[in-house]
């Protein structure tokens, strides 16, 4: 009887071992697994500006130890311009538990932040007044769980680099995207800058990058050079408003470098990738556990001047001495 007794608690404390040993694999399995965030990353569509800041957000995560594939796991979702899909991959984010989201454009914040609710963190990377756009209280206290980076145009100084190297412009055509807040939000403060300086405008809008043809036809022939402000539909179709302006001879002052790359004459540019990694440096702090609430919103304002040689060439313009040196120096000449 007593063999027998010895021989039951033997084998229950075998089963008792190997069970704790078991559990303790399941639980050291399960804290592995966390120990890979997964950062959700959301971009509205393709084009040169909204790719920098994607190619920063890595970067920025990458510089707090957050290496793709290794350390953190990124879910990259593109909507390719339909809101749709970007409600679509927004809950994707969500329902798969991402750690942290990051939207890149304002659509894509705005659908993020709408669905993610109070709880998932939310990152935004380059958003025009983000405060405006509903998406934050404010800069200094954004509140619950979205905070990020802003990138504001430096539009008084798009409008004097406008007034040296087209003197002569006595009307100047302002185009934006009726559905983009930031296009518009840039549109109408670039305007308001005019009628303080006393330079006569013109506002032309387009609902979308199909509109963009009609349009800078009825544009090229009303006005003496253009402004388009920092627009994802502006600058997704900035090579069919170049083709247009290029035929009158009517310069085209963009706000960002992309822009300018793609036929724009010049810009004062916010550097878009360090927009990016910026807030790649926000979304590492925040997943080491800052919380977003009292996280302000970091502003970018100061553009470095970008030039475009062959499109001078075309319209036959001379750049300024100043200028020129100042873009060869500090900024970007694009040939």
């Keep these: 009887m007593l063999k027998r007794m010895l021989a039951f608690i033997s084998a229950l404390v075998v089963f008792l071992g190997v069970a704790f040993v078991m559990t303790g694999n399941r639980n050291q ?152 807040h930031g296009g518009e939000y840039n549109a109408k403060k670039f305007a308001k800058i005019c009628k303080q300086e006393g330079v006569k405008y013109k506002m032309f809008t387009i609902a979308n990058t199909n509109d963009m043809q009609t349009v800078a036809e009825k544009m090229a022939s009303e006005v003496d050079a253009v402004y388009a402000p920092q627009d994802n539909g502006v600058a997704s179709a900035m090579k069919t408003l170049v083709s247009v302006t290029n035929k009158a001879k009517v310069p085209v002052i963009p706000a960002v470098d992309t822009m300018v790359k793609a036929g724009g004459l ?12 910026l807030s790649g440096e926000m979304a590492a702090k925040v997943l080491k556990g800052k919380s977003t609430s009292d996280y302000a919103i970091k502003v970018i304002t100061k553009g470095k001047m970008t030039l475009n040689l062959s499109e001078a060439k075309k319209l036959g313009i001379t750049f300024p001495a100043s200028v020129l040196k100042e873009a060869k120096t500090k900024g970007v000449v694009y040939q």
């Design 266 to 277: 010049a810009t004062l540019s916010v550097d878009q990738y360090q927009l990016g990694k």
């Design 29 to 180: 399995k399960t804290a592995n697994s966390k120990k890979i965030p997964t950062v959700g990353i959301l971009q509205l569509q393709t084009h040169p500006a909204l790719d920098a800041i994607h190619r920063g957000v890595i970067a920025g995560l990458k510089e707090y130890g957050y290496v793709p594939g290794k350390t953190v796991k990124i879910d990259y979702q593109n909507a390719q311009g339909d809101q749709s899909n970007l409600k679509t991959m927004s809950q994707k984010f969500v329902n798969e538990d991402a750690d942290e989201v990051v939207g890149i454009a304002t659509p894509a914040a705005q659908s993020l932040v709408s669905a993610a609710g109070k709880t998932t963190p939310v990152i935004l990377a380059g958003i025009t007044d983000p405060a405006g756009s509903g998406l934050i209280k404010s800069d200094a206290h954004p509140g619950a769980n979205v905070t990020g980076t802003s990138g504001e145009s430096p539009l008084k100084s798009h409008l004097d680099l406008l007034r040296e190297l087209v003197p002569g412009a006595k009307t100047v055509g302002i185009i934006y995207t009726t559905s983009d």
